[in-house]
C-alpha cells in the first residue's frame, strides 16, 4: 500500500460568491450534506487537523464555501466545505438562497473533480439527498457517499446499515463508504476512492 502523506492544510478562501473563489486551478472536492451532519469533522479528520473546519455548536450558521488547500505526497487539491441544508429553522428565502449559491458552485466548477454527499448512517435519507444524487448525476459529477457518525452504531447495525443505505441510494459499495470522524474509520478508505477521481 502507498502511504500519501499530508504536507499541510489552510484555508485559502472563505467565500459568499463566485467572485471569491479560488483561481488556482487545484482540482477540487466538495463536502455535502445536511446540516449537523459532521462535513467539518470529516474534512479536519481527513486532513488530520482537529481544527481546521469549523465544527459548530448551533446547527445551520454556516452560510460561506470554506476552501482548504491540501498539499499531499502526491499533490495539491482543495477540499471544499458547503453550506449545510434542511436546518428546520432556517426561513424559505434563506433556503433559496442557499440553492443558488449551491448550484452556482457545483454547476460552474471546472475544476469539480467529485462532490462528497455525507449521510448520517443511523438516519434514512430525505429528498433533500435522493434528490441532490440524482441532480449531481444528471450534471455528470462523479458522487462518493460517505456515511457519518458510522462510532454511533452497533455491531449489528454496522453490518446492516451500510446494504440499507445503497439500495435506498442506488449506488453501488465503490460509491458509499462508512466513516467516523471520532474514531478514524473510513478515512483511508474515503481518500482512496477519491483519488481514483482526482
Ligand atoms: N460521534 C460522532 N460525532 C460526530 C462525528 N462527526 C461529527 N460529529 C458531531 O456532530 C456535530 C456536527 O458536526 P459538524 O462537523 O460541525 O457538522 P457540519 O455538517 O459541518 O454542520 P454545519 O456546518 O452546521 O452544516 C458536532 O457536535 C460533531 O462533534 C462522528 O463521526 N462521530
Ligand atoms: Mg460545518
Known sequence: MVVVKILSSEIVATAAGPSQFPRDGLPEIAFLGRSNVGKSSLLNRLVARQKLAHVSRTPGRTRLLHFYRVRRSRG????????????????????????????????????????????DARRTPGEDETLLVEWLHARNIPVLLALTKFDKLNASERARRPKALAAEFAVTSEQMVPTSARSGIGIAELWRLLDALL
Open 76 to 119: 495539491a487539491l482543495l477540499l471544499v466545505d458547503l453550506p449545510g441544508y434542511g436546518y428546520a429553522k432556517v426561513p424559505r428565502r434563506e433556503r433559496e438562497q442557499w440553492q443558488k449559491l449551491v448550484e452556482g458552485y457545483l454547476e460552474d466548477r471546472a475544476v469539480l473533480r467529485a462532490a462528497v454527499l455525507l449521510q
